[in-house]
């Protein structure tokens, strides 16, 4: 069955930088794009990044510039490099697996790390 472990969340000053893993198991890591979504207290669950099964990444557009999305399709891991954190970005991050290899349509979740940004 499919599974996703996330790891790496904690507590961070604003400006500092945390990187978050996602050990994936059950599928053909390779041939799926696989996703980080993040959900605040109080909001929705919103994408955050997606790297396609060719590695092409997305971002939205309050991460560009400060959070990076990668694949280790060897060990089946995606990785999240998250700098420049802000007091927004506090949230609970999960890691999800896409139907398909060139798109994100979330079809399985991770359980979630929390990720809190205070000085």
């Known amino acids: 069955q499919v599974q996703l472990v996330e790891s790496g969340g904690g507590l961070v000053q604003p400006g500092g930088s945390l990187r978050l893993s996602c050990a994936a198991s059950g599928f053909i890591f390779s041939s799926y794009a696989m996703g980080w979504y993040r959900q605040a207290p109080g909001k929705q669950r919103e994408w955050v990044a997606y790297?396609?099964?060719?590695?092409?990444?997305n971002y939205a557009e309050s991460v560009k510039g400060r959070f990076t999305i990668s694949r280790d399709n060897a060990k089946n891991m995606v990785h999240l490099q998250m700098n420049n954190l802000e007091p927004e970005d506090t949230a609970v991050y999960y890691c999800?697996?896409?139907?398909?290899?060139?798109?994100?349509?979330?079809?399985?979740w991770g359980q979630g790390t929390q990720v809190t940004v205070s000085p």
């Open positions: 999800s697996k896409s139907t398909g290899s060139g798109y994100l349509r979330a079809q399985y």
């Open positions: 790297i396609t099964s060719s590695s092409s990444r």
